[in-house]
């Protein structure tokens, strides 16, 4: 009985307040949440969490020593990740970026790469740029990771300390310029000899993550891996 009324009741406001998909704006049902049937069925999937050498972990060859790194998804202009993404970093749907980091937990749950995960670590922003957002959108996506792999969130130990011009139109050679020497490590003791994970939303040339990287590969005995949730192949 309680199930019914409770069902009638989720009927009734979503007359007065309709929820819309996150991915293409369409009213969603009852039983739908942040994105609909259709855009979840639509997701570009990349598989790459199942595959040791992918297009992913590719980039950083050669750059930083990464144990694995992979992504969910393909990011295309006006593909549904990219309304998602939108959606997460510029329309404050912060539920967006924990519905995404769950879809990134079962997707490691079911690879053989990231089963030592100890500790998870969202790519951190700079505090003024945070502070205007009133949210880092990476932890909400490894907040999201985290309620599936039950791995603990962890914040305290890297910052970003210099504040950056966007990456969006600059090429390989100035994304690298623009990513030196700007993240600081901090309470390092509780990471030592630990196998982190690094979080981010969006991968393109992967120049934020390897100086993030690079900056936690200080701690001693620290292991990295990444998982982003979509990757820019085309951009």
Same mark, same amino acid.
């Given at each position: ?114 089963? !030592? ?59 690298? !310029? ?58």
């Amino acid at each position: 009985m309680f199930k019914i009324i409770k069902h009638i009741l989720n009927g009734l406001l979503s007359l007065v307040f309709p929820q819309f998909c996150s991915g293409c704006g369409e009213t969603l049902a009852n039983n739908e949440e942040i994105i609909c049937v259709s855009c979840r069925y639509h997701l570009p999937k990349t598989n790459y969490y199942l595959i040791k050498e992918n297009k992913v972990s590719e980039i950083f060859w050669g750059r930083v020593f990464i144990e694995h790194a992979a992504s969910l998804y393909f990011f295309r202009k006006d593909n549904i990740v990219q309304h998602l993404i939108h959606q997460l970093k510029y329309r404050g749907k912060q539920e967006v970026g924990v519905f995404l980091g769950q879809q990134i937990g079962y997707a490691l749950n079911e690879s053989p790469f990231y089963k !030592d995960i100890d500790a998870i670590v969202p790519l951190p922003l700079h505090p003024r740029k945070q502070n205007k957002r009133g949210y880092n959108q990476s932890a909400c996506i490894a907040n999201g990771i985290s309620e599936i792999t039950k791995i603990p969130v962890n914040t305290t130990t890297v910052f970003k300390i210099k504040e950056t011009q966007s990456q969006t139109k600059k090429n390989r050679i100035e994304r690298m !310029d623009n990513v030196q020497s700007i993240f600081e490590i901090r309470n390092t003791d509780v990471m030592n000899n630990k196998h982190v994970l690094l979080v981010d939303d969006v991968l393109t040339t992967g120049a934020t993550l390897e100086s993030c990287a690079m900056t936690l590969l200080q701690i001693p005995g620290l292991k990295i891996s990444i998982a982003t949730v979509a990757f820019a192949s085309d951009i």
